[in-house]
């Protein structure tokens, strides 16, 4: 088994924090990737994780996933994220987040905190509470509120520039798009595709986000998770976790676009990148069409303006584009030709601020 720090040398990571309090049952591993664009900004997700070794490779992995976001954004923000170990409903408390919240304040702005899978703006605002260190926050306390609306525009407008791509035209109309998982993303997403005119199936594991989502659009077609891959679509949104993106689901694809909201879709980017496009298969990479939630907690630190960050998020459609074209001329996958863009501009900055 490797060891914490194979990991972090693997991928490059520079801190990795393990906060332990029994008062309030908290157990979380802040994972801080590159700050070399700035302060480390990401989201803290609390999910029940089988072992403690696979909520530290997640909370590495999303790290990671962060640096290149924030960098292939434009954004002066590195990456991080955080995770808790829990079952929701059982252990969200006040005092789990305040004492997360210090936590949080102990790495002295190295790490600011958000929302993720399963937590709010009403828990940023407790954390609030007890460090600076945290965006999100809900509106009536100054911050920016939930991101997901933002996410899910963004999803929206990568997702027409693959739609451009695929057929010539970015309308989305007329197209059968599968959105899986109607959480907070999925649902705004779900919202956008309807008003475009799209045909839109849905499917969930949580009965509860179904019922919302049809109560919401009526014309929205309820599919059960094990029948998705028979359905004739024309593009997948993956809403909910990663790694849906796997030499078993590929083998099923027949829809010439992948386009969504979850963090690290491929199971394995080099193999499954490859194998997308040896199908030809247009896959906008996560980090770069999901990046309109943390362009917007991004704002909150520079005095929110909610133009600026509309204008921001729009620019996922060119940068689509502009990744698909440098995967053809380049011959690479497009999540490779993603990472090359976010790596460049991490080297250039901190070739700038290594000078004087
Ligand atoms: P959420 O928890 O509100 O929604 C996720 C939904 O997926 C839930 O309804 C859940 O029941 C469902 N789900 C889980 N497993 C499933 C499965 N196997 N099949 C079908 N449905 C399943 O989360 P969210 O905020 O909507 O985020 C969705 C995804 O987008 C996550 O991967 C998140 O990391 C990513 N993301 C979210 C944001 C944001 O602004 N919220 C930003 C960037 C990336």
Redesign the pocket.
């Known amino acids: 088994m490797q060891s914490v720090f194979d990991h972090m040398q693997q991928m490059g990571h520079e801190q990795v924090a393990f906060c332990h309090d029994p008062h309030s049952g908290l157990n979380a591993i802040i994972a801080i990737h590159n700050t070399t664009l700035g302060p480390a900004l990401g ?1 803290t ?1 609390l999910w029940n994780y089988n072992t403690h070794e696979e909520a530290i490779i997640d909370a590495l992995r ?1 790290s990671r996933g962060m640096t290149y ?1 924030a960098a292939i954004s434009g954004l002066n923000l590195g990456g991080g994220k955080a995770v808790i170990i829990g079952n929701a409903p059982e252990i969200k408390s006040e005092a789990l987040w305040r004492r997360y919240g210090k936590f949080v304040n102990s790495l002295n702005g190295k790490y600011i905190t958000a ?4 937590t709010s703006a009403r828990d940023m605002e407790y954390i609030s509470l007890e460090t600076e260190f945290v965006t999100g926050v809900p509106e009536y306390m100054g911050g920016s509120g ?7 525009y963004g999803v929206f407008v990568g997702m027409k520039a693959a739609a451009k791509k695929a057929w010539g035209s970015d309308s989305l109309s007329g197209k059968r798009i599968l959105v ?8 705004y997403l779900t919202g956008h595709l309807i008003e475009e005119g799209a045909k839109v199936f849905i ?4 009965n509860e ?1 179904i019922k919302q989502t049809v109560e919401k659009f009526h014309s929205v077609e309820v599919v059960s ?1 094990d029948k998705i891959w028979d359905l004739d679509i024309d593009i997948y949104a ?5 790694a ?1 993106v796997n030499s078993e689901t590929i083998s099923k694809m027949r829809f010439p676009v992948i386009a ?5 879709q491929l199971a394995e980017e080099n193999v499954h990148g490859p194998m997308l496009i040896e199908k030809g298969i247009h896959y906008v990479p ?1 980090f770069l069409i ?5 362009i ?1 907690v991004g704002a909150e630190l520079d005095g929110y303006n909610r133009e600026r960050v509309m204008g921001n998020v729009n620019k996922i459609y060119d940068r689509t584009l502009e990744i698909f074209d440098l995967s053809e001329k380049e011959k690479i996958h497009t999540q490779a030709a993603a990472m090359k863009i976010a790596e460049k501009r991490l080297q250039d900055i901190a070739n700038v601020k290594a000078r004087l």
Request: aromatic content about 2%; some cysteine; glycine content about 20%.
């Open positions: 989201g997700r999303l976001k929302e993720d899978v399963n939930d991101p997901s609306p933002f996410t899910a899986q998982g109607v959480g907070h993303v999925g649902q499917t969930d594991i949580n986000k998770g993956p809403c909910a976790l990663g849906t969504g909201a979850a963090n690290n996560d999901n990046a309109g939630g943390l917007n």
